[in-house]
């Protein structure tokens, strides 16, 4: 228990300071007490001490930093409720305390108010109050100070999220939040059927409100604008923020239909002339797309949004078009906009290729087609200087990686994969060709989708293909991961090794016509073969025979085998380490690829030749980091395959 001499010392100095302003804080005495007694606190002095501090904060005269981190002390507790803050007497007065200039009282309310978010019938409370909410609201879209408005966002969707209204059965009901905790959605009518309430996303945040009296300035209100995209990407449910609530304070700010999305999407932001807002935007465009994968960011449900009705969205409202004419006509827009919005369009196009795959590869055809055109000229015009200087164009090289690999088949002589090179080594270029040999991602070994197993024969059938326009490929990746000195190049080497390794892969199939959304096709088995030259044996399953049985063999197996490289102190030997580790990995990955694939016909094949080998990679792999061997390195190219 806290000491009584302690708790009485300081709830004298706190009535002193109350009864007379002028008074200072004395900073030693609060931050002892906070730092040794408030966790032992008993409720009844934790409670008391609440009481006279609230008192204080109404008269108080000075900076309440002291007393403000010893109440956000006191209240930290799970324990502490919201039923036990609203028990302080003098009463808390929220709306006073939101609306202070002092981000530290700011704080100390929002934390109270977070005590709600636990429960539907607190949060009840709190929409009961309109004075309240809007508050909560002006103060999170307003505030200059990040972290309130941090803390403010989490208490205002913390809030929505508790009083969703569902069944208790985790029903979707009309505002179409899942949750098993049964709220009466107080709050969510609140927000959105509460003119007052809900016409400060719009007054706060519209340019065209700037400049009125009470209004912020047009530069903070681009900070509100930024906020409130922010609160749209947290939904899951489309309709609840696309929908019209309230009419009449929607054409107000000129919208004739919709809800919040087109108001943030269409008129909130002044895109022809604040090119960094409008980045934003295209950014807001690409989450929106995305469907919010990330829960960190979906606040409001336990679903992400649906891309393809937000892909539906941006194309009727023409920013879709819009968003990636910047990367696909650069030459239509002014320089400043191609320097500034190039990159953020290429991120939309490359979530767009990967995240509505159907729609690009089937209505968007045309665009597939103009985009990998785009890309060709791109990658193929750049001076090898730039690649040796590490100026890769990595927007474009990231779409590369994001595109459907079947959209690279059908891209012929414009194929912008093949002007990627090996040497001079690139970090981004070596990178961009593992993601696309990998192949796709695997969630499961049964009820594999038809188009993954698509994607994952078009990645089989551009590593032969790559290997074919570029000779030398595998002695050049391993140059590329023995120069440790550049240590970027070498890991991405590696990991390319890796890629092939771990790939994968399915095989084509053997009669024409296996179609992908009815737009691209696969090549059959015999028309890889006729393209790629090989000896007798068939073009490898899988990335490790790909490997062990074609040219790689003479360069990346003595690599693997061979012994880390390590020089002397200093940051050659960190990036010698980080090397070293990476290098280990992949063979410590290879020796259980083998045991995985080891039932495969066509690895049971190899494994009596390749048994020494084999052996000798697994011993490397126990041996650590620093190990290896050359005996069995030096055999390998003479192995007949």
Same mark, same amino acid.
């Given at each position: 228990?806290?000491?009584?001499?302690m708790?009485?010392?300081?709830?004298?100095?706190?009535?002193?300071?109350?009864?007379?302003?002028?008074?200072?804080?004395?900073?030693?005495?609060?931050?002892? =007490?906070?730092?040794?007694?408030?966790?032992?606190?008993?409720?009844?002095?934790?409670?008391?001490?609440?009481?006279?501090?609230?008192?204080?904060?109404?008269?108080?005269?000075?900076?309440?930093?002291?007393?403000?981190?010893?109440?956000?002390?006191?209240?930290?507790?799970?324990?502490?409720?919201?039923?036990?803050?609203?028990?302080?007497?003098?009463?808390?007065?929220?709306?006073?305390?939101?609306?202070?200039?002092?981000?530290?009282?700011?704080?100390?309310?929002?934390?109270?108010?977070?005590?709600?978010?636990?429960?539907?019938?607190?949060?009840?409370?709190?929409?009961?109050?309109?004075?309240?909410?809007?508050?909560?609201?002006?103060?999170?879209?307003?505030?200059?100070?990040?972290?309130?408005?941090?803390k403010?966002?989490?208490?205002?969707?913390?809030?929505?999220?508790?009083?969703?209204?569902?069944?208790?059965?985790?029903?979707?009901?009309?505002i179409?939040?899942?949750s098993?905790?049964?709220?009466?959605?107080?709050?969510?009518?609140?927000?959105?059927?509460?003119?007052?309430?809900?016409?400060?996303?719009?007054?706060?945040c519209?340019?065209?409100?700037?400049?009125?009296?009470?209004?912020?300035?047009?530069?903070?209100?681009?900070?509100?604008?930024?906020?409130?995209l922010? =609160?749209?990407?947290?939904?899951?449910?489309?309709?609840?923020?696309?929908?019209?609530?309230?009419?009449?304070?929607?054409?107000?700010?000129?919208?004739?239909?919709?809800?919040?999305?087109?108001?943030?999407?269409?008129?909130?932001?002044?895109?022809?002339?604040?090119?960094?807002?409008?980045?934003?935007?295209?950014?807001?465009?690409?989450?929106?797309?995305?469907?919010?994968?990330?829960?960190?960011?979906?606040?409001?449900?336990?679903?992400?949004?649906?891309?393809?009705?937000?892909?539906?969205?941006?194309?009727?409202?023409?920013l /879709?078009?819009?968003?990636?004419?910047? =990367?696909?006509?650069?030459?239509?827009?002014?320089?400043?906009?191609?320097?500034?919005?190039?990159?953020?369009?290429?991120?939309?196009?490359?979530?767009?290729?990967?995240?509505?795959?159907? /729609?690009?590869?089937?209505?968007?055809?045309?665009?597939?087609?103009?985009i990998?055109?785009?890309?060709?000229?791109?990658?193929?015009?750049?001076?090898?200087?730039?690649?040796?200087?590490?100026?890769?164009?990595?927007?474009?090289?990231?779409?590369?990686?994001?595109?459907?690999?079947?959209?690279?088949?059908?891209?012929?002589?414009?194929?912008?994969?093949?002007?990627?090179?090996v040497?001079?080594?690139?970090?981004?270029?070596?990178?961009?060709?593992?993601?696309?040999f990998?192949?796709?991602?695997?969630?499961?070994?049964?009820?594999?989708?038809? /188009?993954?197993k /698509?994607?994952?024969?078009?990645?089989?059938?551009?590593?032969?293909?790559?290997?074919?326009?570029?000779?030398?490929?595998?002695?050049?990746?391993?140059?590329?991961?023995?120069?440790?000195?550049?240590?970027?190049?070498?890991?991405?080497?590696?990991?390319?090794?890796?890629?092939?390794?771990?790939?994968?892969?399915?095989?084509?199939?053997?009669?024409?016509?296996?179609?992908?959304?009815?737009?691209f096709?696969?090549?059959?088995?015999?028309?890889?073969?006729?393209?790629?030259?090989?000896?007798?044996?068939?073009?490898?399953?899988?990335?490790?025979?790909?490997?062990?049985?074609?040219?790689?063999?003479?360069?990346?197996?003595?690599?693997?085998?061979?012994?880390?490289?390590?020089?002397?102190?200093?940051?050659?030997?960190?990036?010698?380490?980080?090397?070293?580790?990476?290098?280990?990995?992949?063979?410590?990955?290879?020796?259980r690829? =083998?045991?995985?694939?080891?039932?495969?016909?066509?690895?049971?094949?190899?494994?009596?030749?390749w048994?020494?080998?084999?052996?000798?990679?697994?011993?490397?792999?126990?041996?650590?980091?620093?190990?290896?061997?050359?005996?069995?390195?030096?055999?390998?190219?003479t192995?007949?395959?």
């Amino acid at each position: 228990m806290a000491s009584t001499r302690m708790v009485a010392d300081l709830a004298s100095h706190i009535t002193a300071v109350t009864e007379d302003p002028s008074l200072p804080l004395d900073a030693k005495l609060i931050g002892a =007490f906070d730092r040794i007694y408030t966790d032992a606190l008993s409720d009844n002095d934790r409670q008391s001490l609440l009481n006279r501090l609230s008192g204080l904060i109404l008269t108080l005269q000075q900076d309440p930093q002291p007393a403000t981190e010893l109440i956000l002390n006191l209240i930290r507790p799970e324990s502490y409720t919201f039923t036990q803050a609203l028990s302080i007497r003098p009463n808390v007065d929220l709306v006073a305390g939101l609306s202070s200039p002092s981000s530290d009282i700011n704080l100390v309310i929002l934390c109270l108010l977070n005590k709600a978010c636990s429960s539907s019938g607190d949060a009840g409370i709190i929409a009961a109050s309109p004075e309240t909410v809007a508050a909560l609201v002006r103060l999170w879209l307003s505030t200059p100070v990040t972290q309130v408005a941090t803390k403010g966002f989490d208490v205002l969707v913390g809030l929505l999220r508790i009083d969703a209204n569902t069944s208790p059965d985790g029903d979707t009901n009309m505002i179409g939040y899942t949750s098993k905790v049964y709220g009466q959605g107080l709050m969510w009518r609140r927000v959105f059927h509460d003119k007052d309430v809900y016409e400060l996303f719009f007054s706060i945040c519209s340019l065209t409100t700037a400049g009125q009296a009470g209004q912020p300035s047009k530069r903070e209100k681009t900070i509100s604008q930024a906020r409130l995209l922010d =609160f749209i990407l947290a939904f899951s449910n489309f309709e609840q923020i696309s929908a019209s609530q309230l009419p009449n304070i929607e054409k107000k700010y000129c919208l004739s239909e919709g809800g919040l999305l087109d108001f943030v999407a269409v008129h909130m932001i002044d895109w022809k002339d604040d090119l960094l807002m409008h980045a934003s935007l295209i950014d807001f465009f690409t989450n929106l797309l995305r469907g919010n994968s990330d829960p960190t960011m979906r606040a409001l449900g336990e679903q992400s949004l649906d891309s393809a009705e937000a892909l539906d969205f941006l194309i009727s409202r023409n920013l /879709h078009s819009r968003t990636m004419s910047y =990367f696909l006509e650069p030459e239509k827009h002014d320089s400043m906009e191609g320097t500034y919005l190039y990159p953020p369009s290429a991120q939309y196009i490359s979530t767009y290729a990967s995240c509505c795959s159907s /729609h690009f590869l089937g209505i968007g055809r045309l665009d597939a087609d103009r985009i990998v055109e785009r890309l060709s000229m791109v990658i193929s015009q750049l001076p090898t200087a730039k690649w040796a200087r590490g100026d890769a164009p990595r927007s474009d090289l990231h779409i590369i990686s994001s595109l459907p690999r079947v959209v690279l088949l059908h891209a012929s002589s414009h194929n912008p994969l093949y002007s990627i090179p090996v040497s001079p080594p690139n970090a981004d270029a070596l990178n961009t060709l593992a993601a696309i040999f990998r192949g796709p991602s695997k969630e499961s070994t049964s009820d594999i989708p038809a /188009h993954i197993k /698509h994607e994952a024969a078009a990645a089989r059938v551009l590593y032969f293909l790559y290997a074919k326009n570029s000779p030398n490929f595998w002695q050049r990746v391993v140059d590329a991961a023995e120069t440790i000195a550049i240590k970027e190049n070498a890991l991405a080497a590696i990991n390319l090794i890796d890629a092939v390794f771990g790939s994968y892969w399915e095989p084509l199939p053997e009669r024409l016509g296996e179609n992908v959304n009815g737009s691209f096709s696969l090549p059959t088995a015999a028309e890889l073969d006729r393209q790629v030259p090989h000896r007798g044996a068939p073009l490898a399953a899988c990335g490790t025979l790909a490997i062990l049985t074609g040219p790689g063999r003479t360069a990346v197996i003595p690599y693997l085998l061979k012994p880390a490289q390590t020089y002397g102190r200093g940051d050659t030997q960190s990036a010698a380490y980080a090397v070293a580790v990476a290098k280990h990995e992949t063979v410590f990955r290879l020796t259980r690829t =083998f045991k995985e694939q080891s039932n495969m016909p066509e690895i049971q094949l190899y494994l009596t030749p390749w048994q020494t080998v084999i052996a000798e990679i697994e011993h490397c792999a126990n041996r650590g980091v620093w190990g290896g061997s050359t005996a069995v390195g030096a055999r390998v190219g003479t192995l007949d395959l």
